[in-house]
């Protein structure tokens, strides 16, 4: 029996983008925030940064290094070793655009933590990749991929920038929110058994 296919986003699920970004605005600016203070996916919008500051917080940002520096949420690497185990575990990541470095960064962190690193696609549309399983923190990729392949299990990854996403009522089964690698590891097993069909 084929293993199912797990595709899992990278930053804001298993890289800490945020808490990076964070640390820049502080920095910068001197003001301290902490990730519930993202209620909207883009930074610079939910902490009002004016045009200036948006222009500094991503030129820091651009700097080569950036994603190899990012630290991961706990638990996401042990999670997805075991993860690695059951499925085929493919990430699925968009790169910065303005940052040169980002992709090459990525696959070298990506490679630091698995001793036999998950193949990684490099796109801005996710929506394009069969799954059984896709796990991502942004609503808009969930929606997307879920449209594209009905038959699939979309995860929202928890996180407050997504709290205000819920499913359509007509549409119950757009996505799972989860924000325990227990419970992806659950569903795993379930449709392992073939108790979930995908």
Same mark, same amino acid.
């Given at each position: 029996?084929?293993?199912?296919?797990?595709?899992?986003?990278?930053?804001?699920?298993?890289?800490?983008?945020?808490?990076?970004?964070?640390?820049?605005?502080?920095?910068?600016?001197?003001?301290?925030?902490?990730?519930?203070?993202?209620?909207?996916?883009?930074?610079?919008?939910?902490?009002? %940064?004016?045009? =200036? @500051?948006? $222009?500094?917080?991503?030129?820091? +940002?651009?700097?080569?290094?950036?994603?190899? &520096?990012?630290?991961?949420?706990?638990?996401?690497?042990?999670? %997805?070793?075991? =993860? @690695?185990? $059951?499925?085929?575990?493919?990430? +699925?990541?968009?790169?910065?655009?303005?940052? &040169?470095?980002?992709?090459?960064?990525?696959?070298?962190?990506?490679?630091?933590?698995?001793?036999?690193?998950?193949?990684?696609?490099?796109?801005?549309?996710?929506?394009?990749?069969?799954?059984?399983?896709?796990?991502?923190?942004?609503?808009?990729?969930?929606?997307?991929?879920?449209?594209?392949?009905?038959?699939?299990?979309?995860?929202?990854?928890?996180?407050?920038?997504?709290?205000?996403?819920?499913?359509?009522?007509?549409?119950?089964?757009?996505?799972?929110?989860?924000?325990?690698?227990?419970?992806?590891?659950?569903?795993?097993?379930?449709?392992?058994?073939?108790?979930?069909?995908?």
């Amino acid at each position: 029996m084929r293993k199912p296919v797990l595709l899992c986003d990278v930053d804001g699920v298993v890289a800490d983008l945020t808490q990076h970004i964070l640390d820049i605005v502080q920095a910068c600016f001197g003001v301290t925030y902490t990730p519930e203070h993202i209620t909207q996916y883009w930074v610079e919008k939910a902490l009002h %940064l004016t045009e =200036l @500051q948006t $222009k500094e917080m991503y030129e820091r +940002l651009d700097v080569a290094g950036t994603a190899m &520096a990012l630290r991961p949420y706990p638990k996401a690497i042990s999670a %997805l070793k075991r =993860l @690695q185990k $059951k499925t085929e575990l493919v990430f +699925l990541t968009s790169h910065l655009k303005s940052n &040169a470095t980002w992709v090459y960064d990525r696959d070298r962190w990506i490679e630091s933590y698995f001793r036999k690193p998950p193949p990684v696609i490099h796109t801005h549309h996710k929506e394009f990749v069969p799954g059984d399983i896709f796990v991502d923190d942004k609503y808009e990729n969930i929606s997307a991929w879920k449209k594209a392949w009905p038959d699939g299990i979309a995860v929202l990854w928890d996180r407050p920038w997504n709290h205000r996403e819920i499913c359509s009522p007509r549409n119950e089964n757009e996505f799972i929110r989860y924000s325990d690698w227990e419970e992806v590891e659950k569903l795993v097993d379930l449709i392992a058994r073939e108790k979930i069909r995908v």
